[in-house]
């Protein structure tokens, strides 16, 4: 097997930063042709709904069904596909689920009440949080079947009180993943559907006879259903435009290189255009690095995906302390960010951009994947400088209240009828106007 060529890059070296905005770059501009399909595909299911649902259910996924209604999955199925998967899977989903349902109760319980306070003239002011009342959560089923997306999308939906989760999860050639199902189970999805692609994202969006429309859609999917999720955004909500999948590393030396090896191949599985970084200011750990990479690459099943993934976007940077790591950190922005030092709450503080924050060696980025309770669903492409996970704040929204009492009319008339009538909107000045007494 020949040598992997992943880039060394050194802040030190001259050529940095050409070289560094050369590995961060990453187009999020889909494909023209791509995005003249989707846009065929979500205008004939807005004008034929089912009709054209059923239609391209057969032709991408191979599955012939009579109605959409036979598409839709049963509780009672959902329940036979938990019961039966092996009693070790019915155990880990549960726990995982308990996990990520306590995370997103105490997320709702410190930011999602509502609140309202009276001033000294009597004046209501406040904010009314309300759910959602349905959200539709895409699950894919192509390559790979994800239950953690699952569990991620549907947990915080139902803490938040969403009236109704409707799942759509693509089944190519009719093939149910059972570990899926299970998890739409134990996450208390109401409804689930066998439909993917870019029509199953204007199914939610638009509705159909069979597919209730939705108010927000949520979860990963490729690049149709990235670009459906784009172009239905304003119909209704979206979670986010998500890119491909990235670690970002920062060791002080003090980890064994394997464990930082497999955590770079920890994203670099998912495709060839994730990315996997590794900061570090100790030269010879680098190396170490790199020779377990070396060395556990040939074991592993994905491996030719891995290595495209690291030879394509990866990179061991070498830096000249772990002030300066954190600070490139910043500017990349990762999805997930691994503190692998012996004393991660020392740089934490330091780190102001990142989906998903993880400290010390023990906390492998898979761990917040599948169980540890934070939600999985990151921002990607550097967007975390001004996005967050996905959460029950991503199921609610916000109604400001306000009350003014008459004798603070009085005084606020005064005010903004000054303002409207700077601003030449005379029936706003006048509408506050007529509402102050007569003296």
């Known amino acids: 097997m020949p040598a992997l060529n992943l880039r060394p890059l050194a802040t030190t070296a001259a050529d940095f930063e050409t070289e560094f905005a050369r590995l961060r770059h990453w187009s999020a501009d889909a494909d023209a042709a791509i995005e003249q399909r989707v846009a065929e595909i979500l205008a004939d299911v807005q004008q034929r709904g089912d009709a054209a649902v059923l239609e391209y259910t057969a032709r991408f996924d191979g599955v012939q069904a009579e109605s959409v209604a036979a598409l839709e999955l049963t509780r009672e199925e959902l329940k036979a596909a938990f019961e039966a998967i092996t009693p070790a899977q019915r155990s880990a989903l549960q726990a995982a689920a308990e ?61 938040a009180s969403v009236g109704e989760i409707i799942m759509v999860v693509p089944t190519p050639r009719g093939e149910k993943n059972p570990l899926v199902l299970a998890a739409a189970y134990v996450a208390g999805v109401h409804r689930v559907f066998t439909v993917g692609g ?80 590794l900061l570090c200011p100790d030269a010879g750990y680098l190396d170490q690095v790199r020779a ?77 994947d599948y169980c540890a309770g934070p939600n999985h669903v990151l921002p990607t492409a550097g967007t975390a400088r001004f996005s ?27 005010i903004a009828a000054e303002l409207a009538y700077g601003e030449g909107l005379q029936g706003h000045a006048r509408a506050a106007e007529m509402r102050l007494i007569k003296r």
């Open 99 to 159: 996990r990520v349902r306590s995370y997103h109760e105490r997320q709702l319980q410190a930011s999602g009440q509502s609140w309202q306070y009276r001033d000294e003239d009597g004046t209501l002011l406040g904010q009314k949080v309300t759910p959602l009342d349905r959200v539709g959560i895409y699950v894919p089923g192509g390559k790979a079947a994800y239950p953690s997306s699952v569990l991620m999308n549907a947990i915080p939906a139902h803490v």
């Open 292 to 368: 377990a990479i070396e060395r556990l690459l040939p074991e592993m099943p994905r491996q030719a995906v891995i290595r495209a993934s690291l030879e394509g976007r990866g990179a061991l940077i070498h830096t000249r302390s772990m002030e300066e790591a954190c600070e490139i950190s910043n500017r990349i922005a990762p999805e997930h960010l691994e503190v692998s030092s012996a004393d991660p709450h020392r740089w934490e503080p330091l780190l102001r951009h990142a989906g998903a924050i993880f400290l010390g060696a023990f906390t492998s980025e898979s761990l917040g």
């Open 198 to 277: 870019a029509q199953a994202v204007a199914a939610l969006a638009y509705g159909t006879a069979t597919i209730p429309g939705v108010d927000k859609v949520t979860g990963p999917g490729n690049a149709y259903v990235a670009s459906a999720k784009r172009r239905v955004f304003g119909q209704v909500g979206i979670d986010m435009i998500a890119g491909p999948s990235e670690i970002l590393v920062l060791a002080d030396g003090t980890t064994p290189a394997d464990w930082v090896a497999m955590d770079l191949f920890s994203q670099a599985e998912h495709d060839e255009l994730a990315q996997s970084i």
């Open 388 to 414: 967050s996970p996905l959460g029950t704040y991503d199921f609610q929204k916000r109604s400001s209240l306000i009350e003014v009492s008459e004798q603070s009319a009085q005084v606020l008339g005064v």
